[in-house]
């Protein structure tokens, strides 16, 4: 695979100092101009960051910027330390500067600076529609939800002729939703508050992305775990912040390396139970800490809670929010991943200072989340079937998880050291060696294997380690032990000497 030299593209990629457009955008623009007209073609490796930097008389954090909006939307592949390529597959259709075109290139449109952060496609996942394939993280077995007793429950409300749940209402949520999630955490999670702190959300992401836009200003500094859950980065994103991330270790994020790194943050955000993507769960030394800091410094703590109903090993942990005596916390669950992703149903547990404004941002984007489900929703977890299921996952989900161990010690033996997780529905697979992960993953799918690489989790670390996210929830042991099979084939040709295409 070539790499082109700098010298070759400086000329083609230096801005215009008249112009008004950022660095950033102009770079992003004329990198991409040089991939769609096939200047840059599939799989040529572009200069590294620091030399287009002196070539261009910009900032290395100008070309990082546009680079990494590259990579997002799926012009460049990459990463620190493996070098960045042109993508074998891009967005768009490439076509040569000399080609004539019947057509004048369209406009660019002029978005909004909100506009201009989102990126598009943001992420293949996005679009993903298919079954679930091990080891593809996050989704549980959809064929062990209890589909009987659910739809008994949706056309008992049906057949009742249920006006209220047709009509708008609290934008808050339904009532008897808000009360039931607060009557199960309290004892399942240790949350401490009272039905009217709850706000149901339209899943996980609409709860980070309300919270991001009440709290954050374009700038404001936030510490976010490294490695980390990219749909906070999203969050962050799009509102300007300034995401900065801190090392996570077995302890959990490391409190004092984000001291020291930045004190004044307006806002932590953290994955305590279960740490996205790492599996590690805060101690309670480290809780205790960034509650002190949080109060002290006037900070927000937003607690992601995502999937800490299951827990294998070790004493629970309560929850932040039940810890913290001073309002700091805003507490997030999500029913996406006890249940299942569709239904988007997340809710907020706020302070009781913040409910009104949650409220009426809430109302403000979307109205209200659908009123049906929530109802639905209320009578399984009011019956008892939420706790019921959630037990059965945990036994079914601990068999998985150990057939994922020893079918890893069977076939990945001194490749990949599988962690045996702790909670969750995901564990990492150490890579051991001079591999590459994005290598791995990109063989890997070809394998129909989904092992989405760790080192994309990392946005500051030069040389992440390589690993991989391995989702186990939702695959039978057959599934494991074959899909653990083909990996090991892919990882020693990955490992071979002959493939140089980190
Ligand atoms: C850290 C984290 N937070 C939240 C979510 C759930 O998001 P949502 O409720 O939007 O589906 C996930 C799902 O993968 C996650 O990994």
Known sequence: MSRVSSAAVAGALAPDPQSSEPLYRQLYDKLRRQILTGALSAGQQIP??????????????TVMNAIEQLIAEGYLEGAAGTGTFVAAVVPEPI???????????ARAPRWSAFGERVTVPRSPADAWEGQPAPFRPGIPPFDLFPFDL???????????????LLNYGDPAGYLPLRRAVIDYMSVARGIRAAAEQVIIVSGAQQGLELTARLLLDPGDP???????????????????????PVPVDDAGLDVQAAISRARRVKMAYVTPSHQFPRGVTMTLGRRLDLLHWAEQSDAWILEDDYDAEFRYAGRPIPALQGLDPHGR??????????????????????????????????AAIDRQSPRMDQAILADFIEGGHLARHIRRMRTIYLERAEALV??????????????RPQAGMHTIGWLRGDVSDRAVSRLA????????????????TAAPPPGLILGFAAYTEAEIA?????????????????????
């Not at 620091?50 to 290395?60: E, K, N, P």
């Not at 076509?95 to 290139?105: C, G, K, Q, Y």
């Not at 079918?407 to 490749?415: I, P, V």
């Open 48 to 61: 590294s960051t620091r030399i287009l930097a002196a070539d261009l008389c910009v900032s290395r954090n």
């Open 95 to 105: 076509t040569p500067a000399d080609a004539a075109s019947p057509h004048p290139p």
């Open 150 to 164: 659910w739809g008994r429950l949706a056309s008992r409300r049906w057949r009742r002729r249920p006006f209220e």
């Open 222 to 244: 936030v510490w976010i775990e490294e490695p980390g859950y990219h749909g906070m980065w999203t969050a962050l994103r799009l509102q300007g912040a300034d995401a900065i």
């Open 329 to 362: 916390v805003i507490y997030l669950g999500t029913f996406t991943k006890v249940l299942f992703p569709a239904l988007r149903l997340a809710y907020l547990v706020v302070p009781p200072d913040l409910v009104d404004r949650f409220t009426a941002a809430k």
């Open 406 to 419: 020893h079918a890893a010690d069977r076939e990945l033996k001194g490749a990949v050291d599988v962690a």
């Open 445 to 460: 799918g070809d394998a129909h294997v989904v092992a989405w690489p760790l080192s994309t989790c990392y946005r500051d």
């Open 482 to 502: 074959e899909a653990t099979r083909a990996l090991a084939g892919v990882i020693t040709r990955a490992a071979s000497p002959a493939r140089s295409d980190g």
